[in-house]
């Protein structure tokens, strides 16, 4: 099994992370708290009360674990890829794959990627999702000191299962829109470059932001799911599972919750995935 691609995809996922994450911090909010009127005023309140540092919440946690699992995408749909049609990385742009079998490729990336995802996701929503600013004499400290303390007590709290709450919901999101995911990015990439030659660098940058706003336009409403029964416990909102989750939702603040942080979503999706892709191609071209 090829390693190259699990070692690109953790390069090339940390320095997306990075790109991203204060992106996300907003997002996150948004989709679990209902203090904000939207994404401007998130930023304003989030940088007034906490300053720039706010936005970064649960990010050095990310870059040593999610960025791994980003490897993990990456590695699993490359060699999926491999072993459905014995093509390399390197003769994949002069032999190209069919739309199905990057499908499945992706979808398969996206299963295993979740369940190993679960865990560290978990985590840093529940650290971004503390709006107390930096600690000061005499105020409250926050309820997790740090993502180990934040998984302890969670373990405490739930056992080592509540690490996996909401995993179900990252599965289903995960599975078919990483599918999506790559079949975008390929059949662009394909329109724009003459057959049997390799993608530049430009059209690189184009077919990962767009993959990335395709793909984060299906997965919004089960994201959405996926933040809020992570969040479950803590502000004495317990959901018997997804359905539960998406059946309380809309009754108690209608369709529009599923699309909340979308606009958000594909404001991120576009220069971290333009930036996953172009590093991700660039490592293994100069590496092969």
Request: glycine share 10%; charged share 15%; proline share 6%.
């Amino acid at each position: 099994m090829p390693v190259e691609e699990f070692v690109a995809g953790w390069i090339s996922g940390a320095l997306g992370l990075v790109l991203g994450h204060p992106f996300d911090t907003v997002k996150v909010r948004l989709q679990t708290q209902t203090t904000y009127q939207g994404i401007i005023d998130c930023m304003v309140k989030t940088y007034r009360h906490e300053s720039l540092l706010g936005f970064f919440k649960g990010m050095s946690f990310p870059i040593a674990s999610i960025a791994v699992v980003n490897s993990v995408l990456f590695g699993v749909y490359s060699n999926t890829l491999l072993a459905l049609t014995t093509t390399s990385h390197q003769e994949r742009w002069a032999q190209p794959p069919s739309y199905t079998h990057v499908f499945i490729a992706g979808c398969t990336g996206g299963f295993v990627q979740a369940y190993c995802l679960a865990p560290f996701d978990l985590i840093k929503v529940r650290l971004q999702n503390q709006t107390e600013p930096r600690a000061r004499p005499g105020s409250p400290p926050p309820r997790y000191r740090g993502p180990v303390h934040c998984a302890v007590s969670i373990c405490r709290e739930d056992g080592p299962w509540g690490l996996f709450r909401g995993a179900w919901a990252l599965t289903l999101r995960d599975t078919p829109t990483l599918g999506i995911y790559f079949v975008t990015y390929e059949w662009l990439c394909r329109q724009s470059t003459p057959d049997r030659q390799n993608p530049g660098a430009a059209t690189v940058l184009v077919a990962g932001g767009f993959a990335g706003i395709a793909s984060w336009a299906v997965a919004t409403p089960l994201d959405v799911i996926k933040s809020r029964m992570q969040m479950g416990g803590l502000k004495h909102r317990v959901y018997r599972g997804v359905l539960d989750c998406m059946v309380s939702s809309a009754r108690q603040e209608g369709l529009g919750v599923f699309f909340r942080g979308l606009t958000i979503n594909s404001a991120r999706a576009f220069p971290v995935n333009a930036v996953t892709f172009l590093t991700y191609e660039y490592l293994l071209s100069s590496w092969g």
